[in-house]
């Protein structure tokens, strides 16, 4: 298994640009979810998704979206970027079974909007 | 609303035991973590306890959850230098669902 896998790194953006941060896991795991971390603070929630076909909103989803088409992919897109939105982004899965609760999180895309 | 307070900084010595607090205000937090953060790199979760329990170690590491005082800690013992990173406590109503995150504790192990 690859575990959870963020593309790209690294990614500067001009204020009002869109872009998309991808997220993937080969754990065929239901749950998935994304955070913000910014300095000095912990992982704030942006949006989640239980399944394929479903998401909804975290703590934090203004300027984001998110689509869960496949189990695999949780892809986030900002749609006009703020420099307010300059972060590190981090992409979560998970599963819960009879041994207990296992969670992946992703290398992280460390995005700066100028 | 809820809220998860951690102290900012611990410096112990290679060899000592680390003990990292956490509060949480939410009193129908159900799941409370415990995660690994090294420089550069996503979190690990180290381990998890459920409210109805009030202890739970996991070879070095021992979490003791006071849910009267709304309370949890993370002793790890025979700390080294590899433990040297940022630890966050978390916490939610559901198995890993709508995480809630203190602001993390930077540990520092010197030699």
């Known amino acids: 298994n690859a575990g959870v896998t963020q593309t790209p790194k690294f990614q500067v953006l001009k204020t009002g640009q869109s872009m998309t941060l991808q997220c993937a896991q080969d754990?065929?795991?239901?749950?998935m979810s994304w955070y913000r971390q910014d300095p000095g603070m912990g992982l704030r929630l942006i949006h989640y998704?239980?399944?394929?076909?479903?998401?909804d909103q975290g703590e934090v989803p203004n300027g984001y979206n998110v689509s869960r088409s496949t189990t695999e992919d949780f892809p986030l897109r900002l749609l006009s970027a703020a420099p307010s939105q300059t972060s590190v982004y981090f992409c979560?899965?998970?599963?819960?079974?009879?041994?207990?609760?296992?969670?992946?999180f992703g290398p992280g895309t460390r995005l700066l909007v100028l | 609303g809820e809220d998860v307070e951690q102290s900012l900084f611990l410096s112990v010595r290679e060899g000592d035991s680390s003990v990292i607090n956490c509060t949480y205000t939410?009193?129908?937090?159900?799941?409370l973590y415990w995660y690994k953060q090294e420089p550069g790199a996503g979190l690990q979760l180290l381990t998890y306890i459920f409210s109805n329990m009030d202890m739970k170690q996991d070879q070095r590491l021992t979490v003791l959850l006071n849910k009267k005082d709304k309370h949890l800690s993370l002793r790890i013992a025979d700390t080294q230098t590899g433990d040297s990173a940022i630890y966050f406590c978390?916490?939610?109503?559901?198995?890993?669902?709508?995480?809630?995150f203190g602001g993390g504790t930077r540990v520092l192990v010197k030699p």
């Open positions: 998704s239980v399944g394929a076909g479903i998401t």
């Open positions: 754990m065929n795991h239901e749950y």
């Open positions: 939410d009193s129908s937090s159900t799941y």
């Open positions: 978390a916490e939610s109503k559901a198995a890993g669902n709508k995480l809630t």
């Open positions: 979560a899965s998970r599963l819960t079974g009879r041994s207990g609760e296992t969670q992946y």
